[in-house]
């Protein structure tokens, strides 16, 4: 093994083994890259796995119309095929008020506007293909404990006994509370928004037809995503609710029928009534944004750059986006002989990628509180915005196409 690399990745969750996928699919084989990863990486399995069957309590992550296209390019789409669900339509509604909308695929001639899927599966997916494309090379389980400029690029320390590592650009990817961006002395601003969310798995009666709901109520959003039916076959959803963390954590540790019941009340009966709830995890909501997203031979990355609040499942697309956004500038300098670590270069995709980020970042900020606001002059003004959009199909469609993340990525992505 060299200790010498062009590109260091320092995490080896989804955003990091895609990262490892899109810069090995287009940078030059002479740029050495190495992902290191605490955890360890599992060996190659087959992707085909007939004994594999949805977990009723499985966690899963929403992938929007623009991450399909970057995981089409990364060649992972394939193999997720068996195993996603599509969200065919979103219901938006606001708890107690009379406006809604229903946003459907078919009205745009997509098959789908985003897509559930289980996180292991959609991890074994990428570690699969990473090992398929045999590109990168990967080193765990080790961990980057210590980055120390040096010249044009950074050393490395490892936890291990391994000697210490030279590269022209690390890539940080180890998630929202990144050791080594503050090692690195990187600040953040946190916005504390004194919530939690609940997540869990729910079964109800009714099927969910690949309907997504998203309902505002005066406490915070609630969202049920369609899942794939459980190996029991029970109709499922996933649900992300917004609660004051002493209701948080009371709806995790209280009964499942009291549970149920509190769900019912609050979300309806569009998917009949509620039979079951799954293992419940609460935990804090805030926004995180990394003060510095580049340096010389450093760029922050995913949730370690910026953790939005889960409103609309952003967070996770956004970072594909950036992914896709930083791998076209590598390719586009080093192809003009530029090192990946340049300054210069790495500037040029935070300057192109900020406006996405802006946009997406003050999305999901901003919603949630505007639909909490009691004030009954805003609230008519959100209920008529609400029935509008049924009412103006051209912005109907803006919305759609940027909430799918396909207005500020479709030439990009196609280009």
């Known amino acids: 093994m060299s200790d010498n690399y062009d590109i260091v990745i320092a995490g080896g969750g989804m955003v990091g083994v895609s990262l490892a996928l899109q810069l090995g699919a287009v940078l030059p084989p002479q740029i050495s890259i190495v ?61 107690g008020r009379f406006g809604s909308t229903l946003l459907k695929a078919g009205d745009h001639s997509w098959e789908a506007l985003g897509y559930v899927v289980e996180n292991a599966w959609l991890g074994r997916a ?20 210590r980055a120390t400029p040096a010249g044009a690029g950074v050393i490395l320390q490892l936890d291990s006994d391994q000697a210490n590592i030279k590269t022209g650009l690390l890539l940080v990817a180890d998630g929202v509370g990144s050791q080594l961006r503050e090692q690195l002395g990187v600040t953040v601003k946190k916005k504390n928004y004194q919530q939690h969310a609940v997540v869990a798995n729910i079964a109800s009666t009714e099927p969910h037809r ?13 969202a049920l995503l369609p899942l794939l039916p459980a190996g029991g076959g029970e109709h499922r959803s996933a649900l992300v609710w917004t609660l004051a963390p002493e209701k948080a954590r009371h709806m995790c540790s209280c009964s499942p029928a009291e549970f149920l019941q509190a769900l019912q009340v609050r979300f309806g009966y569009r998917l009949g009534r509620m039979l079951k709830v799954g293992e419940r995890h609460e935990y804090p909501l805030a926004l995180v944004q990394s003060h510095e997203q580049v340096r010389q031979g450093v760029v922050v990355m995913g949730n370690a750059a910026h953790a939005l609040h889960p409103v609309a499942g952003q967070g996770f697309n956004l970072a594909l986006r950036d ?88 030439g990009r992505v196609n280009g």
């Open 126 to 145: 990428l570690i699969h293909q990473l090992h398929e494309q045999g590109r990168v090379e990967v080193r765990s389980p080790a961990m980057v404990v």
């Open 35 to 95: 992902l290191i990863e605490g955890a360890s990486i599992p060996v190659d399995q087959q992707i085909s796995a007939p004994d594999y069957h949805p977990s009723f309590d499985a966690r899963s992550t929403a992938l929007s119309y623009s991450s399909r296209l970057i995981y089409e390019q990364m060649q992972v789409w394939e193999a997720l095929q068996e195993w996603l669900c599509a969200i065919e339509s979103i219901h938006v509604s606001n708890r």
């Open 210 to 222: 690949g309907c997504a709901y998203e309902r505002f109520t005066d406490e915070g959003p609630l």
């Open 323 to 410: 992914v896709a956004e930083l791998a076209r500038v590598l390719a586009s300098g080093v192809a003009e002989g530029l090192p990946p670590g340049d300054l210069a270069m790495l500037q040029r995709y935070q300057s192109r990628q900020q406006s996405d980020q802006d946009r997406t970042i003050r999305f999901s900020d901003q919603v949630p509180a505007l639909f909490m606001h009691r004030d009954p002059l805003l609230g008519l003004g959100r209920d008529l915005a609400l029935a509008g959009l049924d009412l103006t199909p051209a912005l109907k469609r803006e919305f759609v196409r940027y909430a799918a993340g396909v207005a500020p990525m479709e």
